[in-house]
């Protein structure tokens, strides 16, 4: 083989790969061909104003709710050691476990007229009409920001215990107070961290569809949902998706000028020791942690166990919803898991080449992108083929599990990407050098050396994305076949009528395996 096919081939195989998990945005743009005045009409009048002003603010809002929480408790688990910090620093990740939509269904539960928080609130002589409203923006804002903040928590926390104490003890000496240095020295010096969990909270925020449907927020995602299901136009589903892709494309541009030349201190600077946080400073950041984990985690799941305790005699059957989630599950997370590993071993053949690297990172962009867009865009596709080739409408690929492997494959192939290739940097070249050398084929290579040493990367990989792919409700909504329901797509019927009760079973397993990133995250902090 010459030295010009040798390089060639791993570059064509490699966007080989990736080209068809871009399609489905790309070809967004080929709905622009299709006109639909009157319902852009519609859209304009009535949707839009409202939809955009939402998200803006929705994103606003959660930016800051995240953010501080986020920085707060990193920071003084980072620096300081305050009562029950060892039990905080990964209580505080739990939240991370929970759905959106299932802790938006919970509070509004809570919240409901008859609910637990306005029957007190009544109690305490306050009037009715001075409670706080749960279903509005703000609201939605402070539920997503409870399930997110941990993105910004794990993220700045890692930088902080990388930055050593050399920054504080310049500023200290220059004269400044314990604050004023974290502003000036400590802050600054993390912003490539806080300012890459602060993309990864505004993309989830901006992707949300569960939430601000139960809380009845209308944004650009539930726009897009409308627009297809409610106004029976694909076109301009897809034409709106387009803006939506514009959108992420901004918060990435943003993401990326916001972290500037900024780099983290290196991994040879030793934490400095952590200063005891006793008396009433240390008290009040475990009292606000607790408060955080509580309204986080400990209630949503308390809540889901009493109403399941409550209707233990008429549980909701979800054998067939559960069977179908690990089904569907299943494949997504071994499709994600086969392109993720090909991807990985065409980088390693054509190690340093920048067009292969290239396209691996290309293929996963689409978990930058909201599951409605993708949703859109794998329907809008598949529709076209059928069109183009008659053959395949036979098949039924646009109202089958295709369409929604397609868009799961898409939107969750950087999660499966990221662990893959961090397993292959720990993978030793001299091993794999050695069998080579000595004759073994690389197919036997891959078998008997390299998926054996992989082996704990690989399952990591395969359990985050059957964990996302379990928890994603906009596409398997939108997509899936006729009365084939999910766990998520269950509870979002139940909450939609408002039957939290109902809800809370099927919310409770969802939870159960919600668990299991937030247990390896923590096992590998330790």
Not at 4 to 23: E, F, Q
Request: with cysteine; glycine share 8%; aromatic share 10%.
């Amino acid at each position: 083989m010459s030295a010009a096919l040798r390089t060639a081939w791993p570059r064509l195989l490699a966007w080989a790969l990736a080209l068809p998990l871009l399609l489905p945005a790309f070809w967004l743009a080929s709905a622009f061909a299709v006109p639909a005045p009157e319902v852009w009409s519609h859209l304009l009048a009535q949707v839009l104003p409202a939809a955009v002003r939402n998200t803006l603010v929705l994103l606003a809002l959660v930016a800051v709710f995240a953010l501080l929480p986020g920085v707060g408790f990193a920071w003084a688990s980072a620096r300081y050691d305050y009562p029950g910090r060892r039990l905080f620093d990964w209580a505080l990740v739990l939240p991370m476990a929970l759905p959106g939509y299932v802790v938006a269904f919970v509070y509004v539960g809570l919240a409901d007229y008859a609910g637990p928080l306005q029957t007190t609130w009544r109690g305490l002589g306050l009037p009715a009409a001075g409670f706080p409203e749960l279903r509005s923006v703000p609201g939605a804002a402070a539920v997503l920001a409870l399930v997110l903040y941990p993105y910004v928590f794990l993220i700045v926390r890692a930088a902080f215990l990388r930055q050593g104490s050399a920054a504080m003890d310049a500023a200290r000496s220059l004269g400044h107070g314990p604050l004023s240095a974290f502003f000036r020295a400590a802050l600054p010096m993390a912003r490539p961290a806080w300012v890459a969990g602060l993309s990864l909270v505004l993309l989830e925020a901006l992707a949300d569809f569960g939430a601000v449907s139960v809380l009845g927020v209308d944004t650009l995602t539930t726009a897009i949902y409308k627009t297809w299901f409610g106004l029976y136009s694909l076109a301009a589903g897809a034409q709106l998706a387009c803006a939506m892709v514009a959108l992420v494309a901004l918060v990435l541009v943003l993401e990326r000028l916001g972290r500037g030349r900024g780099r983290h201190a290196g991994r040879a600077l030793v934490p400095p020791p952590r200063r005891p946080l006793r008396g009433w400073r240390g008290l009040a950041v475990s009292a606000l942690a607790l408060g955080v984990v509580a309204l986080g985690f400990l209630v949503p799941v308390a809540q889901l166990l009493a109403w399941s305790w409550q209707s233990r005699a008429a549980l909701p059957d979800v054998a067939a919803p559960a069977l179908n989630t690990g089904l569907l599950a299943a494949m997504a997370a071994g499709l994600v898991l086969a392109i993720s590993l090909a991807f990985a071993l065409l980088g390693r053949r054509g190690a340093g080449d920048r067009v292969v690297r290239a396209a691996g990172f290309t293929a996963g962009l689409g978990y930058a992108v909201p599951g409605t867009v993708l949703a859109v865009g794998a329907m809008w596709l598949l529709v076209a083929a059928e069109r183009a080739w008659p053959w395949l409408s036979g098949l039924a690929l646009s109202s089958s599990l295709v369409a929604v492997l397609l868009a799961l494959s898409v939107r969750f192939l950087r999660v499966g990407h990221e662990a893959t290739e961090s397993a292959f940097q720990a993978l030793r070249p001299s091993l794999v050098e050695s069998a080579r050398v000595l004759g073994v084929p690389a197919v036997e290579r891959l078998r008997r050396i390299m998926l054996p040493l992989l082996r704990p990367g690989l399952v990591a990989a395969l359990l985050l994305v059957l964990v996302e792919t379990v928890k994603e409700l906009p596409a398997t909504l939108m997509l899936r076949p006729f009365g084939w329901d999910t766990l998520a797509v269950r509870i979002h019927g139940y909450t939609t009528e408002g039957l939290w009760a109902q809800a809370a079973w099927p919310a409770l397993w969802l939870c159960a395996v919600g668990l299991v990133p937030v247990w390896w995250l923590v096992r590998q902090q330790r």
